[in-house]
């Protein structure tokens, strides 16, 4: 099998990838799709509605040399002319691969697809070095910044008068006589 497909159908195990015109079309207009891909047989109208959501979604648009049966068997359909990825890194390795095959039309995207996803992974770290800070509590999310001695808007409230205790419920009061 084939490595870009093999990689396909990590994708939609772990489902990073949406199949079919009317997903592509959604994750491309949320936004979300990092790649769209397209079978080398599919129809005219449906590559071009392809590009079309590869603009809007400002996400690059790859042809592949697979035909509609052979990208949907990779991710479990009978055939499938456009799918998305909405993993940047499974998106980075696909264009990485289709790039080797053929440098002219793929090797632009894999090289912005690389960089996103190295970025991407940066962020991953950053956050993963925070969550642990915080697990280790050396430091904290939000303290208040330190109070200073001299100033009257900082200074400590006065202690209130304690108030002498009266029980609730029913009490009866007798009264002192003269």
Not at 85 to 99: N, P, S, Y
Request: glycine fraction near 8%; hydrophobic fraction near 40%; charged fraction near 25%.
């Amino acid at each position: 099998m084939d490595s870009v497909l093999h990689l396909l159908g990590i994708a939609r195990k772990a489902g990073r990838v949406e199949v079919g015109e009317e997903p592509v079309g959604a994750a491309a207009r949320a936004h979300q799709a990092k790649l769209i891909l397209t079978a080398c047989d599919g129809a005219d109208n449906s590559l071009r509605r392809a590009a079309h959501f590869a603009e809007i979604g400002k996400a690059p648009h790859l042809p592949t040399p697979y035909t509609k049966g052979g990208l949907g068997g990779a991710v479990g359909r009978s055939a499938c002319t456009m799918l998305a990825l909405t993993d940047v890194g499974l998106a980075a390795a696909i264009a990485d691969k289709l790039a080797a095959a053929d440098p002219e039309r793929c090797a632009a995207a894999a090289e912005e697809l690389k960089v996103q996803a190295g970025k991407a992974l940066q962020r991953q770290k950053e956050q993963r070095a925070h969550e642990k800070k915080l697990q280790k509590k050396k430091q904290k999310p939000w303290a208040p910044p330190p109070k200073a001695a001299g100033d009257p808007q900082n200074a400590a409230p006065a202690q209130k008068q304690a108030k002498p205790f009266v029980p609730k419920g029913r009490l009866t009061i007798k009264k002192q006589r003269p």
